[in-house]
């Protein structure tokens, strides 16, 4: 069952996601959205698809998978957890090659299960470590959503929002509207205000007002993909707060799960930028025409913002500078020595 975040935060909803085919349209489509729970709709669309493979055999049966992962891979471009979640799935059919095709499948909605459970505690760990990070009576901006509905758990850069409260310490966050989808309106505000976390929610515009004021003391964003160097995808907008908190001296963090982490990217430069719809930006979420009809729109999902404005970045294993991320993937490396 996917909640469907179109719907979102006017009508509680649930789509049930019964084969492969749906869940690649909630992700293409967005009902589902958010580079975590991205991955996990792309593992259980895996465990959906070997479900309905009828070869009785195994290379018959990884023939026939094959076509459901393109599609699958092919639902959006940006979010490296897609590429993640289906490699994992696919090493794990590896590991069980030669057993009997119906065992397969069997543990591979296991496998789905776990990619969501692991989710969860990951979302914790990067909440305890990034908790630190925000002293009582701070005042955290964050842009788009990277909290709950994004992920299995406690969100990304929600995550030490949430663990700080818990531990008592008074927060407020300043959630950025993030146009053209609204993610900032519709869900950041929608999930803190469930869970009883003081939330301003501001337009796109007042973000560099409000840190020149002395207002925010923190950003926290997510990212749906961040390179070896440290350059960090996320949101359109995104870099934007980047260099404004930079100007004014406001520490800007990214939240990332190791599987938004795409070590085989030398730099922001490679990361593939979705580009949407014209119909996002003229017309507000499907309802409200806000421009002359026949206007020419770009419509950039997603920016890169360059590692050198990045103060740390929140994994479940620590803080890190972006210089040292690729300490992450080198098991000689000092963890413990490298963290901020
Ligand atoms: O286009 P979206 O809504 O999928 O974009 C989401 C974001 O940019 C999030 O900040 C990112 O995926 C991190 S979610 C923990």
Not at 27 to 50: D, K, S
Not at 80 to 106: C, H, Q, T
């Amino acid at each position: 069952m996917i909640l469907d975040q179109v719907a979102l935060p006017h009508k509680v909803e649930y789509i049930p996601c019964t084969d492969y085919k749906m869940a690649c349209r909630c992700i293409r489509e967005m009902n589902v959205r958010g580079a975590p729970a991205i991955g996990i709709t792309a593992a259980m669309g895996v465990a959906l698809a070997a479900r309905d493979v009828s070869a009785p055999d195994y290379a018959g049966f990884v023939k026939e998978l094959q076509p459901a992962l393109d599609e699958l891979m092919a639902t959006r471009p940006t979010a490296v957890n897609l590429r993640w979640a289906i490699d994992r799935m696919m090493e794990f059919v590896e590991g069980m090659s030669g057993r009997p095709v119906e065992e397969i499948k069997a543990a591979l909605f296991e496998e789905a299960q776990r990619v969501l459970d692991e989710d969860i505690e990951i979302n914790r760990m990067i909440g305890v470590h990034g908790s630190a990070l925000i002293r009582d009576g701070a005042r955290v901006l964050t842009h788009c959503n990277a909290g709950s509905l994004a992920t299995g758990g406690y969100g990304t850069a929600t995550a030490p929002m949430r663990i700080a409260a818990e531990k008592g310490k008074r927060i407020s966050v300043f959630a950025d509207e993030t146009r053209p989808l609204l993610q900032g309106a519709r869900l950041t505000s929608w999930e803190l205000m469930q869970s009883g976390i003081d939330v301003t929610l501001i337009t796109d515009n007042s973000a560099g007002a409000l840190m020149r004021k002395g207002e925010i003391d923190l950003v926290i964003v997510g990212t749906d993909r961040t390179a070896r160097n440290g350059d960090v995808a996320n949101k359109i907008g995104t870099y934007m707060v980047a260099v404004l908190a930079r100007e004014n001296n406001i520490p800007f963090y990214v939240a990332a799960p190791l599987s938004s982490i795409d070590f085989t990217m030398a730099s922001g430069d490679e990361i593939p930028i979705e580009e949407r719809g014209e119909d996002e930006v003229y017309n507000i979420c499907g309802g409200l025409m806000v421009a002359p009809e026949g206007v020419k729109c770009r419509n950039l999902a997603f920016d890169v913002t360059p590692a050198k404005y990045v103060t740390g970045i929140i994994t479940q294993k620590g803080v890190f500078r972006p210089a040292d991320l690729h300490l992450l993937v080198d098991p000689a490396a000092d963890l413990e020595a490298a963290k901020l």
